[in-house]
């Protein structure tokens, strides 16, 4: 059996599959496309709201360190990642590296883990959404019904119509096509991008010197039951993570790294970019280095604003500007936080389709989902299916505590995919390679080593419900997806055929 479960699909046949016409993407994007993709999927909330968060509990002005160290974290996981999309430019992005390196099994529990982070990031984002617009109306005199309202802290029972619309819209622009939504993405990138940098360039002229010292607070213990303390990490080492000093750094960098989430959801698009060979590490790695940089930026300015222990924890940007008296950037930094958060979902859900669909492809999930629109050239049945079944997620579901799964879902999916490649270079050396990442295995180990560090900072119910999740997944494969899949069959009769042959000898 334990051959079959790791028996890998070699990445000549992962190539050939995407020749067949029914199953047949079509190629339209550029390494432009990608880091616009990879832009607009990065920055989101994490940019206005974790910053005050993460300098008031863990750091102090010293916060844009820890998003550099959280960004170093990506980094690795970026150059791994390039690797592999580079060498295998094919839909699925960590689940078709994990098949071709690690096997089946592994495989299927990666690509089951990503469509659930997906499919509960598009969500939340779009419940998040949701919030910012009714803010928004809420300013103008307009008031949403309570029952077609966001459900947090609400009394009665409702429907979140605008998060509902605001998915099946954008699953109505993905089956239309890639090049639409890449058109789509990049006017919403260039507004959203704009007003950061309006943010920082405005902000910079109101910053006072005085509020950086100390840059490094004192270092404290996390009090007991603190909302940042871990649970798993006390239990395993008998300590907790430290509030401010350097390793204040260290625990709000496992913070903003959520701000990071969604750059590997570029890799799922290889399948579609017209060069991937060349575009897949440049759109990886420079959307990475763009939106590093612009949030190291974004900390520098609001806690040289307002001092570090004064930030606001929902709102640090807009409320240190109106401490500073310019009331009137809070309306304009919430509306870019609302137009950002519309490519965050699309991104999002772009990533899960195409995980579904590869998937599909290969017989682990019905064949049935692998068919593209004779026109569009897109997955359009996953994506419609996913598209309604993640619009009814965010519309009656409260989505708070379970949000954080989507955070352990990428740093496993980040560790799977630097050990894939260590066994890649070792199993298939004579494979071309448009990008290598550089001193393999020291740079893969450094990634598992800095994704498990921000994992096991995560609290322990975050674990528990990620492990329910997996073992629904195992069920899942032993019922349907192991005696289905394409790989497994292929298999079975070239052993038919040889004994035939031998037979017939």
Not at 12 to 17: K, N, P, R, V
Not at 299 to 328: C, E, N
């Amino acid at each position: 059996m334990s051959s079959t479960l790791f028996r890998t699909k070699r990445v000549e046949q992962s190539i050939l599959d995407t020749e067949e016409p029914e199953h047949a993407l079509k190629k339209s994007l550029s390494a432009l496309d990608l880091t616009v993709f990879g832009v607009g999927v990065i920055i989101g909330t994490g940019i206005f709201v974790l910053t005050g968060t993460v300098a008031k509990n863990n750091a102090g002005p010293a916060v844009a360190l820890a998003f550099v160290a959280a960004g170093v974290a990506c980094a690795l996981a970026a150059l791994c990642y390039a690797e592999f999309a580079s060498t295998v430019p094919v839909a699925g992005s960590a689940y078709t590296f994990s098949y071709a390196s690690l096997g089946e099994l592994p495989a299927w529990i990666i690509g089951w883990d990503l469509v659930l982070e997906f499919a509960l990031g598009t969500a939340v984002v779009a419940v998040g959404w949701s919030g910012y617009i009714q803010s928004l109306m809420d300013n103008a005199g307009w008031e949403m019904p309570a029952s077609l309202g966001s459900r947090e802290g609400a009394d009665v029972f409702g429907f979140d119509i605008l998060a509902a619309a605001l998915v099946l819209v954008l699953t109505c622009i993905l089956v239309v096509g890639m090049k639409l939504s890449a058109r789509i993405t990049s006017l919403v990138v260039a507004i959203k991008v704009t007003v950061v940098l309006v943010v920082i360039i405005a902000g910079a002229f109101l910053i006072d010197g005085d509020n950086y010292d100390p840059f490094i607070p004192k270092q404290k213990a996390v009090e007991a039951g603190d909302s940042l303390q871990s649970p798993l990490i006390q239990l395993m080492f008998g300590w907790a993570p430290s509030n401010f000093g350097v390793m204040g750094i260290f625990t709000a960098a496992s913070v903003v790294f959520f701000a990071f989430i969604g750059f590997d959801v570029v890799a799922t698009a290889a399948e579609e970019t017209k060069n991937p060979q060349r575009d897949m590490p440049r759109g990886i790695i420079g959307s990475l280095i763009i939106c590093t940089t612009l949030y190291v930026a974004v900390s520098i300015v609001v806690t040289g604003m307002q001092h570090y222990s004064r930030l606001s924890v929902d709102a640090p940007l807009a409320d240190a500007f109106k401490a500073t008296g310019h009331p009137w950037f809070a309306g304009f930094i919430s509306f870019g936080a609302a137009v950002g958060l519309t490519t965050v979902c699309m991104i999002l859900l772009l990533g899960q389709t195409r995980v579904f669909f590869a998937m599909s492809r290969d017989g682990l999930l019905p064949r049935f989902f692998s068919h593209v629109h004779p026109r569009f050239k897109t997955p359009h049945r996953p994506t419609i299916l996913l598209g309604v079944v993640i619009a009814v997620l965010a519309g009656f579901t409260p989505l708070t505590e379970l949000a954080a799964l989507v955070n352990i879902g990428t740093l496993f999916a980040f560790v799977v995919v630097a050990i894939g490649v260590i066994i890649l270079r070792k199993t298939r050396p004579d494979l071309h390679r448009s990008f290598r990442t550089p001193w393999v295995p020291v740079i893969p180990i450094l990634s598992v080593c800095a994704s498990l560090w921000l994992m096991i900072n995560l609290p322990a119910e975050t674990w528990v419900r990620f492990a329910i999740w997996m073992a629904a997944g195992f069920f899942v494969y032993f019922l349907y997806g192991r005696s289905h899949s394409r790989l497994g069959r292929h298999q079975e009769t070239t052993v038919d055929e040889v004994e035939k042959g031998e037979g017939t000898a």
